[in-house]
T-cell receptor, first 114, second 108 residues
Framework: NAGVTQTPKFQVLKTGQSMTLQCAQD?????MSWYRQDPGMGLRLIHY???????DQGEVPNGYNVSRSTTEDFPLRLLSAAPSQTSVYFC?????????????FGPGTRLTVL | GQSLEQPSEVTAVEGAIVQINCTYQ??????LSWYQQHDGGAPTFLSY????GLEETGRFSSFLSRSDSYGYLLLQELQMKDSASYFC?????????FGDGTTLTVKP
């Protein structure tokens, strides 16, 4: 199993550009989440999904969109990039969002917005 | 809302024991998780406590007291490779909330 994969690993954008961060998992997990991590800080939840076709907002959703058309894929779209969105983005999946919450994280995408 | 408090930094020597505390305030609580993150890497799951008491997994143990809204991660026989950031987290049906992390530095 590849686990959770993310592309790209690094990205530089100019202010106002849009892009999609890709995330895929091959563990048949129902729960998937997107987090951002700023230097010296914890992970903040952007959006999450409890199954195909179901998404909801997390703590910091503004400026981001998600969709979940399949169990495997959970892309994150930046609508109009801003320097405040410079961060490391992690995608995670879990089998059960409550009983153990063992989340499996992808390697991250390091995004810089100029 | 949810908030978790943990110390920002801890330093210890190789072979020692270190305890990383976490206090939480949540509107709904199912349990407390711990994750490890090495510099530049992805977080990896260490443990989960749903019930009060101590859970042991090798050199790492995790403790939870629901009545005190408190938990800790105990690392024994510290090794240099344990130098990393450690996060406590409260899971809630896909909406996990993480603390800001404790940076552990292990010195020779």
């Amino acid at each position: 199993n590849a686990g959770v994969t993310q592309t790209p690993k690094f990205q530089v954008l100019k202010t106002g550009q849009s892009m999609t961060l890709q995330c895929a998992q091959d563990m048949n997990h129902e729960y998937m989440s997107w987090y951002r991590q700023d230097p010296g800080m914890g992970l903040r939840l952007i959006h999450y999904s409890v199954g195909a076709g179901i998404t909801d907002q997390g703590e910091v959703p503004n400026g981001y969109n998600v969709s979940r058309s399949t169990t495997e894929d959970f892309p994150l779209r930046l609508l109009s990039a801003a320097p405040s969105q410079t961060s490391v983005y992690f995608c995670a999946s879990s089998y059960d969002g409550v009983s153990s919450d063992e989340q499996f994280f992808g390697p991250g995408t390091r995004l810089t917005v100029l | 809302g949810q908030s978790l408090e943990q110390p920002s930094e801890v330093t210890a020597v190789e072979g020692a024991i270190v305890q990383i505390n976490c206090t939480y305030q949540t509107s709904g609580f199912y349990g407390l998780s711990w994750y490890q993150q090495h510099d530049g890497g992805a977080p990896t799951f260490l443990s989960y406590n749903a019930l009060d008491g101590l859970e042991e997994t090798g050199r790492f143990s995790s403790f939870l007291s629901r009545s005190d809204s408190y938990g800790y991660l105990l690392l024994q026989e510290l090794q240099m490779k344990d130098s990393a950031s450690y996060f406590c987290a409260v899971p809630n049906a896909g909406k996990s909330t993480f603390g800001d992390g404790t940076t552990l530095t292990v010195k020779p």
